[in-house]
C-alpha cells in the first residue's frame, strides 16, 4: 500500500530528525558511569518485554541528572518518548493531572490534537495509543501510586518493547507498582565530589593548593550530596580568604551528618541582603512553578528588587528556571526554606511571616487567630469541597502582602484584607463582580482564574500598580474593564472566556502592554481598531477565537509584535501587512508555523501563486496599495492577476508609482539613472506614461520582470510561476510564460 509506506517513511523520518535532548547539567561529573549502569538494566536490544526500571536514592542524589541522561542515550531507539520532570510537584490540582497525560500524548505523536477532559478519560485515551508503538516514558519524582496508576495501569498500556522509567525516593512505592529492576543510585566517591565540589567552587576541577584540606573537609561534611556539593561551592565561591572558609568549616562541625537540609541553610545565611532572604522564602511557598517574568514584578512591587535578587538566587544554585521560564526549585532547598519559616514560631503559626501549611491556616483563619506578623498566604482546597470563611478572619493581617486561595469563599465585608496586597491569586473566586469596598490599589498582579465573574466591578477603580490581570476560565465573563483605570497594565490573560463579546476599546490606551493572551474566547467577533495602536505589545495570541475572521492592515503599526499566534480562528487570509514587520519572530497563522525567517518566503509564494487558493499579491485593485511598504528594491520578480482592462490600469499605475518612490530613497549615491526600456506589448497611454516616468539605478537589486495577468477566469500557471522563479537570478530581457487561448498574457520586462 503505497500511502500506508509513505506514512511510515514520513513517521520514521520525523522520529529519526528529533534531536530534542534534555539539558543535563553544567558539570555532568560522574554521570556516565552510572547512566552506563542503569541502561544495562534496561535490556534494550534483546527484550520485546514492556519492561519498567525504578531508579531510588534520597532527595538531591542526582536520580533526575541521571534518568535524563538516559532518555537522551536511548530515546532515538524509540517510536516515541517522553519525559515528565518533577511529578510530585505538580500534582497539585486536577488540571495539572490531565496536562501531565496531555504532555505525554504530545511528546510522543507531536501533535496538540487530543483533548482530554478529565483524569479517568485521559486514562482511557493513553491506554489505547500508546500501545500501538515502542515507547521511551520517564516518570520523575514520583511519591505516589496514584501518580503511576494515572500515567499506565498495566504493561499492557505499552507496545512491545517500551521502556518506563521511575525516579522516586520511595522503594516502596517501586515494589508496589512492581518494576523490573532498580538502579540504587551510586553514592560520589571522594575523588567525583571533589572535582564535582571544585568546579563549583574554583571553577577548575581540582581545589586551589591553599583551599585543598579545607575542600576535603566540606565534601566529608556534605554527605557526598551532588546537590549539597554545588551548593556550598557557589556559596564558598564568593569566600576568598582561608578564615572565612574556616568559620563556614567551625560552623559545619556543629551540624550532624544526615541534617543535609540544615546545610543547605548555610547559602541561605551568605546571602548578603535581606531582600534576597525574603524573595527566596517567598518563592519556597508561594512561587514555584510561577513565571519567573510575573513573580519578578510581584515581588518588585514589595520593593525587593526581584530581577536581581532572582539572578543572585540562580548564581547561588537556590533556584533553576526551566524551559518554559518557570521558576523551580530542589525539595530539599525548599523544604529548608520553610523550615527557617517554621522555626520563627514553632507553637504558634499565627506568628510566622508566612502560611502555607493547610490545618495550620485553616485553624488560625477559622479562629480569627491572625496577626501584623503574617506577610503570605495560601489556602487551598479541592474544587469540589469549597469552603466559606469570614473576611474578618483577615482584619489583623494588616500586612498581608501575597494571598493565594483556591475555592474558598468569604463572606463579610472585604475592607478587612490589607490594604498592602501586592498578588491576589483566587481561584474561584465565587461572586459576579469585585464588592465595592474592595479597594486595593497596592495590587500588583490579580488572578481571577475560574471565577464567577461577569465583570471585574461595576465601579472602575484606578490601579496604577496593576501589571498583570488573568481572568482565565472565567465561562461568565461578557465584559472587560475600561483599561484606561489600569494604566501600567503589561500582561492581560482572557483565556477561555467564552461568553466575552468584545474587548473594551479602551485597550487602546495600554502604552505598556506586552501580552495580550484571548485564547478560546469563542465568543469574541472582532478585536476592537484601538488595538493596533498598542506600540509595546509584544505577544498577541488569538488561538481557538473560531468567530475572528480578519486581522487589519494596520497589525504593521505594532512595531514591537514579536509572536503571532493564531491558530484555529476563522481568519482565511494573511495581511499583507505582516511582510512588513520589522519586529515578527515568530508566526502561526493560516496554516504558516514557525519562525519569520522560514514562514514568510512561504507566505509570500501563497500571494503569488492564486492556483493554491490561499491568497493573490493583489486580486482587487483596492488591495495593490497594500503593498506600499514592502521592500521592493529586493523584489526580483512581480506579477498581478487583474479582473479587468480598468483595474490593470490602475493596479500598474500604482504599482510603479511605488517602485519609483522605492527606488528614488534607495538610489545609491554614484549611481547613474536610466529608463527602463519596457516592451510595448500593451497601448493603454496611461501605462505608457507611468512607464515612461519609472526610473531604476544600477543597483544589482532591480525588478526583473513586471508579469500582470488579465481576466477574473485567468490564472498563473505553476509552469510560468516555476519559470519565473528559476531565472529570477539570470541574466535574461524577457520572460513570455506560456498561454491558452482564454487567457491575455502582458509581460513587461525592464533591465
Not at 540562580?314 to 520553610?338: F, I, Q
Not at 482546597?381 to 483577615?394: E, Q, S, Y
Request: with cysteine; proline share 3%.
Amino acid at each position: 500500500n503505497e500511502s500506508s509506506d509513505i506514512k511510515n517513511i514520513v513517521e520514521n523520518v520525523t522520529r529519526l530528525l528529533d534531536r530534542t535532548e534534555l539539558f543535563v547539567a553544567e558539570h555532568p561529573v560522574g554521570v556516565e558511569s552510572r547512566v552506563q549502569a542503569a541502561t544495562k538494566l534496561l535490556n534494550i536490544q534483546n527484550s520485546e518485554d514492556v519492561l519498567l526500571l525504578g531508579i531510588w536514592g534520597m532527595g538531591g542524589m542526582g536520580k533526575t541528572t541521571i534518568a535524563k541522561a538516559i532518555y537522551n542515550q536511548i530515546g532515538s531507539k524509540f517510536e516515541g518518548r517522553s519525559f515528565l520532570l518533577n511529578i510530585r510537584e505538580f500534582w497539585e490540582t486536577d488540571s495539572n493531572q490531565v496536562s501531565l497525560q496531555q504532555q505525554i500524548l504530545s511528546d510522543v505523536y507531536k501533535t496538540t490534537r487530543f483533548k482530554i477532559r478529565d483524569i479517568e478519560s485521559g486514562k482511557n485515551i493513553l491506554k489505547q495509543r500508546l500501545a500501538q508503538n515502542r515507547i521511551l516514558l520517564v516518570l520523575d519524582d514520583v511519591n505516589d501510586l496514584d501518580q503511576l496508576k494515572a500515567f499506565f495501569g498495566s504493561r499492557e498500556w505499552f507496545g512491545p518493547g517500551s521502556r518506563i522509567i521511575i525516579t522516586t525516593r520511595d522503594i516502596r512505592l517501586l515494589r508496589s507498582c512492581g518494576v523490573d529492576q532498580v538502579y540504587t543510585i551510586e553514592e560520589m566517591n571522594k575523588s567525583e565530589s571533589l572535582e564535582l565540589f571544585s568546579w563549583h567552587a574554583f571553577k577548575q576541577p581540582c581545589p586551589t593548593k591553599d583551599f585543598a584540606a579545607h575542600s576535603t573537609d566540606v565534601i566529608a561534611y556534605s554527605g557526598s550530596l551532588p546537590l549539597a556539593l554545588q551548593v556550598l561551592g557557589s556559596y564558598l565561591s564568593d569566600c576568598c580568604e582561608i578564615s572565612e572558609w574556616q568559620k563556614v568549616l567551625e560552623k559545619l562541625k556543629c551540624i550532624p551528618h544526615d541534617q543535609v537540609q540544615t546545610k543547605l541553610k548555610l547559602s541561605f545565611d551568605g546571602l548578603k541582603d535581606v531582600t534576597e532572604k525574603q524573595i527566596f522564602l517567598d518563592i519556597t511557598c508561594f512561587f514555584i512553578g510561577v513565571d519567573q517574568n510575573d513573580v519578578i514584578q510581584i515581588l518588585n512591587g514589595c520593593g525587593f528588587f526581584a530581577d536581581v535578587g532572582i539572578k543572585v538566587l540562580l548564581e547561588r544554585s537556590l533556584l533553576t528556571v526551566d524551559n518554559k521560564n518557570k521558576l523551580r526549585m530542589h525539595a530539599l532547598l525548599r523544604d529548608m526554606g520553610r523550615q527557617i519559616i517554621y522555626e520563627e514560631s514553632p507553637f504558634d503559626p499565627e506568628l510566622r511571616s508566612r502560611l502555607w501549611r493547610h490545618a495550620e491556616v485553616v485553624d488560625v483563619l477559622s479562629k480569627h487567630k491572625g496577626t501584623e506578623a503574617v506577610k503570605g498566604l495560601a489556602l487551598e482546597f479541592p474544587r469540589k469541597n469549597t469552603v466559606c470563611l469570614n473576611t474578618k478572619a483577615f482584619k489583623k493581617m494588616n500586612k498581608l502582602r501575597l494571598l493565594q486561595l483556591a475555592w474558598v469563599k468569604l463572606k463579610g465585608d472585604f475592607k478587612y484584607l490589607s490594604r498592602d496586597l501586592r498578588w491576589l491569586c483566587w481561584h474561584g473566586f465565587p461572586k459576579t463582580y469585585a464588592p465595592s469596598e474592595f479597594q486595593q490599589e497596592s495590587l500588583v498582579a490579580i488572578e481571577f482564574k475560574h471565577s464567577k465573574l461577569k465583570r471585574i466591578w461595576i465601579k472602575n477603580q484606578m490601579l496604577e500598580n496593576l501589571t498583570i490581570l488573568n481572568l482565565s476560565h472565567s465561562l461568565y465573563l461578557t465584559e472587560t474593564p475600561d483599561f484606561s483605570y489600569l494604566p501600567n497594565l503589561e500582561k492581560l490573560v482572557l483565556k477561555d472566556c467564552p461568553s466575552l463579546p468584545t474587548v473594551s476599546n479602551s485597550i487602546g490606551s495600554l502604552h505598556k502592554l506586552l501580552l495580550i493572551n484571548l485564547t478560546d474566547c469563542t465568543g469574541l467577533r472582532k478585536l476592537p481598531r484601538s488595538i493596533y495602536k498598542l506600540k509595546s505589545l509584544e505577544t498577541l495570541i488569538l488561538s481557538g477565537c473560531s468567530m475572528i475572521d480578519k486581522l487589519e492592515e494596520d497589525l504593521v503599526q505594532m512595531e514591537s509584535l514579536t509572536n503571532l499566534i493564531c491558530d484555529k480562528t476563522a481568519i482565511t487570509k494573511v495581511p499583507f501587512s505582516i511582510v512588513r514587520s520589522k519586529s515578527i519572530g515568530y508566526i502561526s497563522l493560516c496554516g504558516f508555523e514557525g519562525f519569520s525567517r522560514d514562514v514568510i518566503p512561504s507566505v509570500i509564494q501563497s500571494w503569488m501563486s492564486p492556483t493554491n487558493n490561499v491568497i493573490s499579491l493583489v486580486q482587487r485593485s483596492a488591495s495593490i496599495t497594500s503593498v506600499v511598504s514592502l521592500d521592493l528594491l529586493k523584489l526580483r520578480s512581480f506579477y498581478v492577476e487583474c479582473g479587468s482592462d480598468l483595474q490593470l490600469t490602475q493596479g500598474v499605475a500604482r504599482i510603479l508609482h511605488v517602485l519609483k518612490a522605492s527606488n528614488c530613497q534607495n538610489r545609491e549615491a554614484s549611481a547613474i539613472s536610466t529608463t527602463s526600456q519596457i516592451s510595448d506589448m500593451y497601448t493603454s497611454p496611461l501605462i505608457d506614461d507611468c512607464l515612461g516616468q519609472f526610473r531604476t539605478s544600477e543597483s544589482k537589486n532591480y525588478l526583473k520582470t513586471l508579469l500582470i495577468q488579465m481576466g477574473t477566469k485567468c490564472q498563473v500557471s505553476n509552469s510560468a510561476q516555476d519559470s519565473i522563479l528559476q531565472t529570477a537570478d539570470g541574466t535574461w530581457d524577457s520572460f513570455l510564460p506560456p498561454c491558452d487561448k482564454e487567457s491575455n498574457w502582458l509581460t513587461f520586462s525592464c533591465k
